[in-house]
């Protein structure tokens, strides 16, 4: 295995702990008063994880192919911090060349709260996810048709969509 393959395993075992964090954190908090709740709720509540995995489902049942990304934009050392931005650029492009026939979902794991992480578990143990940067290619059925996990491969992204479209 290479440094940068344990890199990112290592970031993934590190946001999986500071999500159970969070969720212990949440649930032994009881003494916390309605409106500090309220705000401390909403400091973590990010719009585009609002039911993720319904979003998902609805993707699935759109009857076109979509992409799921898993990345992480937040801070972390400056190597990773460059594979990931690079990679979040790549991916960005090719969900704004292809809006019109495709959906998307891009998960920020970094912005997932409590609430959404049982739905971002949830479509990662389906779908097999490991490691972040993941981009998994769903056909228009709703299958699984490709897990891409590492860096960015723009060549084969490109021809399996242009087989789904």
Same mark, same amino acid.
Request: proline share 0%; glycine share 6%; with cysteine.
């Given at each position: 295995m290479n440094k940068k393959n344990l890199l990112i395993i290592s970031i993934?075992?590190?946001?999986?702990?500071?999500?159970?964090?969070i !969720?212990?954190?949440?649930?032994?908090?009881?003494?916390?008063?309605?409106?500090q709740a309220?705000?401390?709720?909403?400091?973590?509540?990010?719009?585009?994880?609002? !039911?993720?995995?319904? =979003? $998902?489902?609805n993707l699935k049942k759109s009857g076109k192919p979509f992409? /799921?990304?898993?990345?992480?934009?937040?801070?972390?050392?400056?190597?990773t911090r460059l594979l990931l931005e690079k990679y979040n650029k790549q991916v960005k492009g090719i969900i704004e060349e292809y809006k019109n026939k495709i #959906?998307?979902? $891009?998960?920020? /794991?970094? =912005?997932?709260?409590a609430q959404d992480n049982e739905g971002l578990s949830k479509i990662a143990g389906e779908n097999k996810v490991a490691q972040i940067p993941s981009l998994?290619? /769903?056909?228009?059925? #709703?299958? !699984? =048709?490709?897990?891409?996990? #590492?860096?960015?491969?723009?060549? !084969?992204?490109?021809n399996i969509l242009k087989s789904l479209s």
């Open positions: 993934v075992v590190v946001l999986i702990g500071a999500v159970i964090l !969720k212990e954190l949440t649930r032994t908090n009881n003494n916390v008063s309605a409106s309220n705000t401390v709720q909403t400091a973590n509540t990010n719009a585009d994880f609002t !039911k993720l995995y319904e =979003k $998902y489902t992409l /799921v990304v898993f990345s992480y934009e937040g801070q972390c050392c400056e190597s #959906g998307s979902l $891009y998960i920020d /794991v970094e =912005k997932a709260n998994l290619i /769903v056909d228009a059925a #709703g299958n !699984k =048709k490709e897990l891409f996990s #590492g860096e960015f491969q723009r060549e !084969k992204v490109i």
